[in-house]
């Protein structure tokens, strides 16, 4: 419990330095209307213990509007529904249950009483203001969303509001609406998981260089985690300041979920270039190759820019809407389902050229085949199964899960270790960037061909010596192995393999 303590108050002194405000489950603001009837508000309350502490003004010309609250259920068919008129939308609630109630003085609960001019802050302040404060108690057998909605059917609506949504007096719950309960502590758990992880893939990474082995793929996946650490970070930063005071940080959030688009993309460019082979049965990959993979990158991040924009624009707030239920997020879906096929693709080519791999390849396509298609798999679900009061806070565990999985496993399979029989790399990085030299030397002579007669013997002699002479249980080559291999060679059949085989 100290800890929690300790983390809100120093995210709450770090929001306020770095964050602006928006609106929140604090709510303020003023509608002008001549509807009749107008959404102000939603949240989801847990069972009794949810209260709404509200301010309403309204000029004393105007005619004393009603407040609505609709429960989940009785939602969908009051609003947007073009069939009802604004009568008919009142008349839906039973008057009896308490979720009917006039801003007038005549009631006595809701401590109308007159403002004058001089006492008013209201900007819709002309000749005086009825003012109403008072605390409205949400009982229900389960966790429910609720609706507010000011009404004065036939007349126009000129008021201001103040609200305060409270789930309990806990300070890791009294501002969460209870279909955001626990995603605090899940980031923060999760926070300190990858943070982890980071740290023991550069110690990994430091290994590796000492060995010569750090190559370009390991790179991007220390930034990959990099920016998931950073974006679990600033969400936590930007909850932690809403824990505090209610105020949502709305720049936060996007901020951290840019951090996680990063962080996804590069993941994603480092599974396709494994599968390929870079860096384990090749030095590098062709110019078509490279211009296909950023095509798809761009295509990628175009999509995503399009997700944001329609998350911060085209969202209406009046329904409760998971991130992924829009055009733009199902054509994240489709684009990954379809960066899992180029991924098969890739890497049964490699295993099929090179099956002295296969005992590194197939638990890797295995694991990478069920991570690429969870994520669609698990939106679906959150979209068409999971209730709305409790969407938000299981899709966000399991993804976070899907992601721990998707990157220990990879840190797993690449841990310089003597007891990793799976070891991917076996080419030193030095002889990588010698053969890029050597290559584009090549092609500019046009002496790409002066080696086929040798290639598959290569290959073979490859996975032969290997087998035969890692006397150093590894998975890395001896010396004998490095004066006996031509890893040019070798690279260059890749290449030119590739040509022939690769059609997407």
């Known amino acids: 419990m100290n800890f929690r303590v300790i983390f809100w108050v120093l995210s709450s002194l770090v929001g306020h330095c770095f964050f602006d405000y928006a609106h929140g489950k604090v709510a303020v603001g003023v509608i002008k209307s001549n509807l009749g009837w107008e959404f102000v508000e939603r949240f989801c309350f847990y069972p009794n213990i949810g209260k709404l ?57 809701t401590n109308c009483r007159l403002v004058k001019p001089a006492e008013s802050a209201s900007l819709i302040d002309t000749g005086g203001t009825i003012r109403c404060s008072a605390v409205l108690s949400f009982l229900s057998s389960r966790e429910r969303w609720w609706y507010m909605v000011v009404s004065d059917c036939g007349q126009p609506i000129d008021l201001s509001y103040d609200l305060l949504f409270l789930n309990g007096d806990g300070i890791m719950t009294k501002h969460f609406s209870a279909d955001e309960f626990y995603i605090l502590e899940v980031d923060i758990a999760f926070l300190f998981t990858f943070a982890t992880m980071l740290i ?41 300041k809403f824990s505090s005071d209610g105020l949502d940080v709305y720049g936060a959030k996007v901020v951290g979920h840019v951090m996680e688009a990063i ?71 489709v684009i990954q389902v379809t960066a899992w096929l180029w991924f098969t693709y890739a890497t049964f080519f490699t295993v099929k050229n090179y099956p002295e791999k296969k005992y590194f390849y ?80 090549d092609n500019n002579n046009n002496n790409d061909n002066d080696n086929d007669n ?12 290997y087998k035969s002479e890692n006397n150093n249980s590894w998975g890395f080559p001896t010396n004998r192995q490095k004066l006996n291999l031509e890893f040019y060679d070798i690279f260059k059949a890749a290449d030119n393999n590739e040509k022939v085989a690769e059609k997407f």
């Open 200 to 240: 023991m893939s550069l110690v990994f990474a430091n290994k590796l260089k000492e060995l010569n082995y750090l190559h370009i793929t390991y790179n991007l996946f220390i930034y990959s985690l990099l920016f998931k650490c950073l974006h679990l970070f600033v969400i936590c930063i930007g909850l932690g």
């Open 53 to 109: 502490h509200f301010t309403f003004s309204y000029p004393v010309q105007s005619t004393s509007p009603k407040i609505l609250v609709y429960p989940d259920a009785l939602w969908p068919t009051v609003y947007k529904n073009s069939s009802k008129n604004c009568q008919q939308k009142v008349a839906t609630i039973d008057i009896t249950t308490n979720q009917v109630f006039y801003l007038s003085p005549a009631e006595a609960w």
């Open 263 to 333: 962080s996804f993309l590069i993941f994603i460019l480092l599974l396709i270039l494994f599968g390929k082979g870079l860096t384990i049965t090749r030095g590098k990959i062709s110019m078509t190759s490279m211009i296909k993979i950023t095509v798809f990158m761009i295509l990628y991040v175009c999509i995503y820019v399009a997700f944001f924009i329609w998350e911060a624009v085209v969202f209406d707030r009046a329904l409760v809407l998971y991130r992924y239920e829009s055009y733009p997020g199902y054509c994240l879906l």
């Open 362 to 441: 197939y638990p890797f396509y295995l694991l990478y085949t069920l991570w690429f298609l969870a994520g669609p798999i698990c939106v679906l679900i959150a979209n068409l199964a999971l209730d709305l009061w409790v969407r938000e806070k299981v899709a966000n565990g399991i993804f976070h899960t899907i992601n721990f999985f998707g990157y220990a496993f990879l840190l797993f399979l690449t841990r310089p270790s003597k007891a990793n029989k799976n070891f991917p790399y076996h080419i030193k990085a030095t002889q990588i960037a010698a053969m890029q030299e050597d290559s584009n030397s």
């Open 454 to 465: 040798n290639n598959k013997s290569n290959i073979n002699d490859l996975g032969a010596s």
